[in-house]
C-alpha cells in the first residue's frame, strides 16, 4: 500500500491494521502457510468465509502418494517430499499447540480382486493371497492379494484442523471468520485491496488459498468435485493399516473410528449425502472388509475436492505481482499441506520461486490467460 494509491481510493475505512500478508482462505492450505510465515515473523490475518466447509474437515486424512498411483513425474515427487517432512511437521504443530495430530505412519496396503495383476516395471511390494492376509486378516475371500505400500500413512485431518487453528492463533495470526472476499480490486497489476462482506482489507502480500471456491475471486479453472464418506465405530480397532480398495478406502484410527470414502462426484456444489452414493461406499468397503458389516455406524458426510483440469495444484505467482496461488489440490490437500505452506512461504519471505513450483503454474491453463480475452481477471 502507498499513500499514492490510498489517495485515489474511495474514503472507505480499511478493516485492518494492514498485514504483511493477508490469505484469503482458512482450511489446511490458508492455515498452514500462515503457521509457516507466522512462525517467522511475518504478520499474518486469514479471512475465512466458513471453517466448517473447508475440504480439510471431509477428508479421510490418507497420506498416499503411492497407492493413488500417481505416475512418476513432478506432481509425484512434490508428494513425495511432503511425504517426507509430514513426521516432522505434525511434530512441531504439536510441540506448539500440545495437541495431537493423529499421525501414523500405518503404511497402506491396496488389495486386489479378479486376476493377479502384472508386476512388470513395479517395484512396489506385492502381496499373495496368504501374504495379505498376514498384515490385515478377515479380508474379504475375493482379494487375490494386495501392493503393500509401507510409506504410505495417515494423519487424522479433523484433529489436524484444529491442531492448525490453535496453532495459527498461537503464533498470532489475526483469523476472521465469517468474511467472504467478494472482490480483488486491482490497480498497476497489483492486487491494491480485497473488498469483503466485512468491509475492505488491505497487506503487502495476498495468498490465495480458497480451494473449490477459488473461481469466485479468479478465473482459474478450479471446480469441486465432491466426496462423500461415512465412519462406524469400534471398542478396538481391528483393522492395522489403510486399505484403499478399488472403489472404496478404508481409514482406521486409533481412537477405534473407520472412515470409508469417498465418491468422487462432478455435482457442483451440491451439499448432501445421497442413497446412491452411501450405498456404493457400503458396497465396495464390504466387499473389501466384511466385517465392517457389523459395525455400529457412525457418521456420514460429504465435501468438495478443489480439481483442477489435469488434478495437480495451482501454486506460485499469479498474473498479479503481489498475489501468490496455491489451490487446486483435488485428491492431495492433506498430503501436501506442509509442501505448499514452505514453498509459498518461501516465496513470500524471498520473492523467489523454487523452481519445481514452474510445473504447477496457473500458466498451464490456456483458459486462464488474461491475454486470450477471458474474462477481466478482477475489477479494479
Ligand atoms: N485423498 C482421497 C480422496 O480425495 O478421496
Not at 170 to 179: A, R, Y
Not at 315 to 334: K, M, Q, W
Request: aromatic share 8%; glycine share 8%; hydrophobic share 40%.
Amino acid at each position: 500500500m502507498t499513500a499514492e494509491i490510498f489517495s485515489h481510493s474511495p474514503p472507505q475505512k480499511v478493516m485492518n491494521s494492514s498485514p504483511d500478508v493477508l490469505i484469503i482462505g482458512g482450511g489446511a492450505m490458508g492455515l498452514a502457510t500462515a503457521v509457516e510465515l507466522a512462525c517467522q515473523g511475518v504478520s499474518v490475518t486469514v479471512l475465512s468465509r466458513d471453517f466448517q466447509e473447508a475440504a480439510v474437515h471431509a477428508a479421510a486424512g490418507m497420506l498416499a502418494p503411492q497407492a493413488e498411483g500417481l505416475p512418476p513425474g513432478p506432481m509425484l515427487d512434490l508428494c513425495l517430499r511432503s511425504r517426507a517432512i509430514y513426521p516432522d511437521w505434525t511434530r512441531q504443530l504439536t510441540d506448539l499447540t500440545g495437541l495431537e495430530t493423529g499421525y501414523w505412519p500405518c503404511g497402506i496396503l491396496a488389495p486386489c480382486y479378479g486376476t493377479v495383476p502384472s508386476r512388470e516395471g513395479k517395484d512396489d511390494k506385492w502381496c499373495d493371497r496368504n501374504t495379505i492376509r498376514q498384515h490385515q486378516p478377515d479380508l474379504s475371500p475375493d482379494v487375490v492379494g494386495g501392493w503393500w505400500f509401507p510409506e504410505d500413512a495417515q494423519v487424522n485431518n479433523q484433529q489436524l484442523a484444529q491442531v492448525l487453528l490453535q496453532a495459527a492463533q498461537k503464533q498470532g495470526v489475526t483469523l476472521k471468520e465469517g468474511v467472504t472476499v467478494t472482490d480483488l480490486e486491482i490497480e498497476n497489476n497489483q492486487i491494491h485491496r480485497v473488498q469483503t462482506n466485512a468491509g475492505p482489507w488491505q497487506a503487502q502480500t495476498y495468498v490465495l488459498t480458497t480451494g473449490s471456491w477459488s473461481q469466485q475471486l479468479l478465473p482459474i479453472p478450479v471446480v469441486p468435485r465432491k466426496g462423500q464418506l461415512f465412519s462406524v465405530q469400534t471398542t478396538i480397532q481391528p483393522l492395522r493399516h489403510v486399505l484403499f480398495g478399488p472403489d472404496a478406502y478404508i481409514v482406521p484410527r486409533q481412537n477405534g473410528r473407520i472412515v470409508v470414502g469417498a465418491t468422487s462426484e462432478d455435482v457442483g456444489f451440491a451439499a448432501y449425502n445421497t442413497p446412491a452414493g452411501i450405498q456404493s461406499l457400503l458396497a465396495a468397503a464390504m466387499r473389501i472388509y466384511p466385517p465392517l458389516a457389523d459395525l455400529p455406524l457412525e457418521d456420514c458426510w460429504w465435501g468438495f475436492r478443489p480439481a483442477t483440469p489435469d488434478e495437480w495444484p495451482i501454486l506460485g505467482e499469479s498474473p498479479y505481482n503481489n498475489l501468490i496461488l496455491a489451490t487446486g489440490h483435488y485428491r492431495n490437500g492433506i498430503l501436501l499441506a506442509p509442501m505448499t505452506a514452505r514453498l509459498i512461504s518461501e516465496l513470500v519471505l524471498s520473492g523467489q520461486a523454487d523452481p519445481c513450483l514452474a510445473d504447477f503454474s496457473w500458466q498451464r491453463f490456456p483458459q486462464a490467460q488474461p491475454s486470450l480475452g477471458l474474462p477481466a481477471l478482477a475489477h479494479s
